[in-house]
């Protein structure tokens, strides 16, 4: 079963703050998926509200999932 991440967008986050770690762990689904195994990480973008959330350098992210409603989650990630 995949470990639920919910990595937290807020405004004026630094976009490589998250980002990074964003690859880091859809690249680990992947290489999973390479060999025939499950993915190891259900990531989605969490943030107060479903609206657009603009970053340090201007990015506007849509985030998955406010804080409310994305359910239990395994792992949080904090930016920052």
Do not use: H
Not at 12 to 28: C, K, Q, R, S
Not at 33 to 46: C, E, M, R, V
């Amino acid at each position: 079963m995949a470990l639920r991440l919910g990595i937290l967008i807020f405004p004026d986050a630094e976009e490589l703050d998250f980002v990074g770690p964003w690859e880091v762990f859809t690249m680990a689904n992947e290489v999973a998926g390479y060999s025939g195994k499950p993915a190891p990480f259900d990531p989605l973008l969490i943030a107060q509200t479903k609206e657009p959330v603009r970053c340090r350098k201007g990015m506007r992210v849509l985030p998955d999932a406010t804080m409310e409603d994305c359910g239990k989650l395994d792992i949080i990630l904090v930016p920052g």
